[in-house]
């Protein structure tokens, strides 16, 4: 799953990208505009985000997301303990609001907690999309209870599929996410995984459901006659 962490203590911001990096993929900013940017620009799981920050801060940041549908879970990180900051930030928008100093297992546990509250992740690290379970730690898949095999680039297409259902995909933010940008294919690769994947899930019903959205890339939800 992919962060996004907006701290202007680059300390503190090594600390937090050592903590989580074995457990997620982490990108970062260390100011507002280049955090609101990265926000715009690409799909994160969770946004963990400093409240004073140069340039913009992280309330206006969230401001302009939420105005902008972006409904990424927010997870303020901030020395501001004062109890109108906090009431402030979860106002906004905000999804959670840690007061430094943090414990890493207390870091680790609240953006587990977000997750599991959009659906991202379920209480035994497994995520689910109607009867799809994937088992994230032991990249294993069951559909219906069946277990099934798939190879790694498209277990990694259909997790990120099951992350984001509901929303479009661009076939560049799919080929940035599983393939990245020093890879030496194309983004035509999307469109090769994309048909494996489907002929894959065929035989269970759910083929379907990855359905094309012309000129722009995918969507996954439920595919209705």
């Known amino acids: 799953m992919k962060l996004l ?73 901030t020395a501001k303990d004062a109890l109108e900051d906090r009431v402030r930030g ?35 690290h497994t995520m689910r999309y109607r009867g799809i379970e994937l088992f994230g730690k032991e990249q294993e898949i069951k559909i219906d209870g069946t277990p099934i095999r798939l190879t790694i680039k498209q277990y990694e297409l259909l997790e990120y599929l099951i992350q984001n259902h509901g929303k479009i995909l661009t076939r560049e933010q799919i080929y940035d996410r599983i393939w990245g940008f020093d890879s030496d294919t194309t983004v035509a690769i999307v469109e090769v995984y994309i048909h494996h994947l489907r002929k894959k899930l065929e035989a269970y019903g759910y083929h379907k459901d990855i359905q094309n959205v012309r000129g722009v890339g995918y969507i996954l939800k439920e595919f209705k006659e």
């Not at 979860?90 to 587990?112: C, M, N, S, T």
């Open 90 to 124: 979860l106002e906004i928008g905000g999804d959670d609001y840690l007061v430094k100093p943090f414990q890493a297992p207390e870091l680790i546990a609240r953006i587990r907690a977000l997750l599991r509250r959009s659906g991202s992740l379920t209480i035994e």
């Open 5 to 77: 962490i907006v701290e202007d203590n680059e300390n503190l911001l090594e600390s937090m990208k050592n903590i989580l990096s074995d457990e997620f993929e982490v990108e970062s900013a260390t100011d507002g505009e280049e955090g609101l940017f990265l926000a715009f620009q690409n799909i994160y799981d969770v946004i963990i985000l400093d409240v004073m920050l140069p340039e913009i801060d992280g309330f206006e940041i969230l401001k302009k997301l939420r105005a902008d549908r972006i409904m990424t879970p927010v997870l303020f990180v």
